[in-house]
């Protein structure tokens, strides 16, 4: 409500205090369900069919080239990263130790990315509600909304305060409910900014270059120590927030601007 009552286009904003009013009698407050539960009731899904992922000739990367034509089973896909309230119902299910920045204010509140994950705890927390992080390949697709051509999320505008935590805007995560003016064409929130995120795949600046056209789920498995992650973060420049920008962590990497979401196999 805040953010559309600042937006810059005053016909986005609200009409008048009233319709301000209207909307906030209708909220309930909640303790949400548990992990499980939100990602399956929550899960946004993504029909089996022909991608189009990677940049086109004028892309600024050459690891993002050339654009590819891929086929990818369905699959569904978390709305927002796991959060520290998901995760702290992990560590009670399972026993597991808490991660290193949830007991700090400014990334510790219940609704903000859960950070500071290694890829192996990413992947255990995945597999504890039946899922698995996203291959590069499927993050991309989802990020874009099944479009060819989309350079943010949301469009071509370059990110603001409005639309994601990246470039500096905030010197720490926001609740991944903060940005709906970013959110995908599907309703994806922080696919830009916030947290990088981790992916499947093992690391390899050439990967694009290697698929095979109407390759059926591509993902790298190049070796190494080295694993992708996707979408920038609170940290990052703002153009690192684009659907097809790749970069690469250490898999034992502790960072507080590397996240996961989840993604479960159709059928799941």
Same mark, same amino acid.
């Given at each position: 409500?805040? #953010?559309?009552?600042?937006?810059?286009?005053?016909?986005?904003?609200?009409?008048?205090?009233?319709?301000?009013?209207?909307?906030?009698?209708?909220?309930?407050?909640?303790?949400?369900?548990?992990?499980?539960?939100?990602?399956?009731?929550?899960?946004?899904?993504?029909?089996?069919?022909?991608?189009?992922?990677?940049?086109?000739?004028?892309?600024?990367?050459?690891?993002?080239?050339?654009?590819?034509?891929?086929?990818?089973?369905?699959?569904?896909?978390?709305?927002?990263?796991?959060?520290?309230? /998901?995760?702290? /119902?992990?560590?009670?299910?399972?026993?597991?130790?808490? #991660?290193?920045?949830?007991?700090?204010?400014?990334?510790?509140?219940?609704?903000?990315?859960?950070?500071?994950?290694?890829? +192996? /705890?990413?992947?255990?927390?995945?597999?504890?509600?039946?899922?698995?992080?996203?291959?590069?390949?499927?993050?991309?697709?989802?990020?874009?909304?099944? /479009?060819?051509?989309?350079?943010?999320?949301?469009?071509?505008?370059?990110?603001?305060?409005?639309?994601?935590?990246?470039?500096?805007?905030?010197?720490?995560?926001?609740?991944?409910?903060?940005?709906?003016?970013?959110?995908?064409?599907?309703?994806?929130?922080?696919?830009?900014?916030?947290?990088?995120?981790?992916?499947? +795949?093992?690391?390899?600046?050439?990967?694009? =270059?290697?698929?095979?056209?109407?390759?059926?789920?591509?993902?790298?498995?190049?070796?190494?120590? #080295?694993?992708?992650?996707?979408?920038?973060?609170?940290?990052?420049?703002?153009?690192?927030?684009?659907?097809?920008?790749?970069?690469?962590?250490?898999?034992?990497?502790?960072?507080?601007?590397?996240?996961? =979401?989840?993604?479960?196999?159709?059928?799941?």
């Amino acid at each position: 409500i805040v #953010l559309n009552m600042l937006h810059f286009d005053p016909e986005a904003r609200p009409p008048s205090a009233q319709s301000v009013y209207d909307v906030l009698v209708g909220v309930e407050f909640g303790r949400p369900p548990p992990p499980d539960a939100i990602e399956r009731a929550a899960t946004i899904s993504v029909r089996e069919g022909e991608y189009f992922v990677g940049s086109g000739p004028s892309g600024p990367v050459a690891a993002e080239k050339p654009m590819r034509r891929v086929v990818l089973s369905a699959y569904g896909v978390s709305p927002t990263t796991i959060t520290n309230d /998901q995760y702290r /119902q992990f560590m009670e299910r399972t026993g597991n130790s808490p #991660l290193p920045w949830m007991d700090r204010p400014e990334f510790g509140g219940p609704d903000q990315p859960a950070v500071g994950a290694t890829w +192996d /705890q990413a992947m255990a927390f995945a597999k504890s509600v039946d899922g698995r992080l996203p291959t590069e390949i499927e993050w991309e697709v989802a990020a874009k909304g099944g /479009q060819k051509l989309r350079t943010y999320p949301w469009g071509e505008e370059v990110p603001d305060a409005t639309r994601a935590n990246i470039g500096g805007f905030c010197n720490n995560t926001t609740s991944v409910f903060s940005h709906k003016l970013g959110a995908s064409p599907d309703g994806l929130m922080d696919m830009c900014g916030n947290v990088w995120e981790w992916c499947l +795949d093992e690391w390899d600046p050439n990967f694009y =270059r290697q698929i095979a056209n109407l390759e059926r789920n591509p993902r790298s498995h190049a070796g190494g120590s #080295l694993r992708s992650v996707r979408g920038g973060s609170f940290e990052s420049f703002p153009t690192i927030g684009r659907c097809s920008s790749r970069y690469y962590c250490e898999m034992d990497e502790k960072r507080p601007d590397v996240g996961f =979401r989840v993604v479960y196999d159709r059928g799941q």
